[in-house]
């Protein structure tokens, strides 16, 4: 839903646990992401109004992260190669659950420092909508200075 804003939620259920990981395999099509700058509680839409992407749960414990930037567009030079680093997010792992978290062992990730890391995601659901919150970090694709979360919807679309 293009200019959804993460503000909107629905009513949420918790679910933690071994209900939270049944709840969560198949697939996610992200509808939101919003960036949370913790100095200013300012909300950026750092993948544009429009972000696209999947996330993928697997009965035998993996999970596989692609989130994109509105408006990306073939690179010509390097350049553009580089930039287009700033609107992507993407990583493949072993997934286990903690209370209201996801936790990932990263195996593969479009950045290299991640690779080795867990990565944790906190997640509210509500039907077939999942909000995801980051805990704060320095993430490597914008304001690496600032500590900022991640504020993500997605949407069920296969189970």
């Not at 992200?30 to 700058?37: F, K, P, Q, T």
């Not at 997010?89 to 209370?99: K, L, W």
């Amino acid at each position: 839903m293009a200019g959804e804003t993460i503000a909107e939620k629905p009513s949420i259920t918790d679910v933690a646990g071994d209900a939270l990981r049944q709840a969560l395999i198949g697939t996610w099509e992200l509808i939101a992401y919003s960036v949370e700058e913790r100095d200013t509680a300012c909300l950026v839409p750092a993948m544009g109004e429009a972000p696209r992407g999947r996330v993928i749960f697997t009965q035998d414990g993996w999970v596989a992260f692609n989130l994109e930037g509105e408006g990306r567009v073939p690179a010509r030079n390097d350049a553009d190669r580089a930039a287009l680093l700033q609107t992507l997010v993407s990583y493949i792992g072993r997934f286990r659950i903690e209370g209201n978290a996801w936790i990932t062992q990263i195996e593969t990730a479009w950045v290299p420092e991640w690779v080795g890391s867990e990565q944790k995601r906190f997640v509210s659901l509500s039907g077939d909508i999942a909000n995801v919150t980051t805990p704060w970090r320095h993430m490597p694709n914008w304001a690496p200075e600032k500590l900022t979360r991640s504020l993500i919807r997605f949407r069920r679309i296969a189970s």
